[in-house]
T-cell receptor, first 115, second 110 residues
Framework: EAGVAQSPRYKIIEKRQSVAFWCNPI?????LYWYQQILGQGPKLLIQ????????DSQLPKDRFSAERLKGVDSTLKIQPAKLEDSAVYLC?????????????FGPGTRLTVL | SQQGEEDPQALSIQEGENATMNCSYK?????LQWYRQNSGRGLVHLIL?????REKHSGRLRVTLDTSKKSSSLLITASRAADTASYFC??????????FGTGTRLTVIP
């Protein structure tokens, strides 16, 4: 079974530029998550989708971050404009559903460096 | 905040020894999960313990949960060099949203 795919794996940009990350979840997984992991910290949930609807985006900095999952499969996360503090690994995860006890499977992440 | 806190932040042991990591959290939970993260395999789910369970085993892993103290521990027995990684606890309290702790960096010396 193919895992969660993410691209690009690495991205270096200058502050105030824009960047987008792509995620393809495991086939059949209805729920998709984006996490931000700053160096030395645990992952922090940014947004959760159930199919193509947003379940929770309370920790998403909406002035600069946006995410979509138009057809309920792939998702993109965008940062515009980027700040130095956005340097982190952005992890995508998926699960069968958003009910209790559904294991989340994580992709390899995109490491973003903002200069 | 619901985020867990792991203790210790870093742990270094010899191969074959046991490693114990602790996690404390602040609010009521449905379940607590432990994850491992290394550069080779990313973030991998290890074990889940539900709020009505007190102990769970999976291979060389043993997890305990004390909801009265809002704490959990992960024991890795007979450690191997391949166990070198960061270990995170994550609490779940609804809608399958996970709140991760700060992690314990484990180094197993061959």
């Amino acid at each position: 079974e193919a895992g969660v795919a993410q691209s690009p794996r690495y991205k270096i940009i200058e502050k105030r530029q824009s960047v987008a990350f792509w995620c393809n979840p495991i086939s059949g997984h209805a729920t998709l998550y984006w996490y931000q992991q700053i160096l030395g910290q645990g992952p922090k949930l940014l947004i959760q989708f159930q199919n193509n609807g947003v379940v929770d985006d309370s920790q998403l900095p909406k002035d600069r971050f946006s995410a979509e999952r138009l057809k309920g499969v792939d998702s993109t996360l965008k940062i515009q404009p980027a700040k130095l503090e956005d340097s982190a690994v952005y992890l995508c995860a998926s699960s069968l559903a958003s009910g209790v006890y559904n294991e989340q499977f994580f992709g390899p992440g995109t490491r973003l460096t903002v200069l | 905040s619901q985020q867990g806190e792991e203790d210790p932040q870093a742990l270094s042991i010899q191969e074959g020894e046991n490693a114990t990591m602790n996690c404390s959290y602040k609010t009521s939970i449905n379940n607590l999960q432990w994850y491992r993260q290394n550069s080779g395999r990313g973030l991998v789910h290890l074990i889940l313990i539900r709020s009505n369970e007190r102990e769970k085993h999976s291979g060389r892993l043993r997890v305990t949960l004390d909801t009265s103290k809002k704490s959990s521990s992960l024991l890795i027995t007979a450690s191997r060099a391949a166990d070198t990684a960061s270990y995170f606890c994550a609490t779940e309290a609804g809608a399958n949203n996970l709140f991760f702790g700060t992690g314990t960096r484990l180094t197993v010396i061959p």
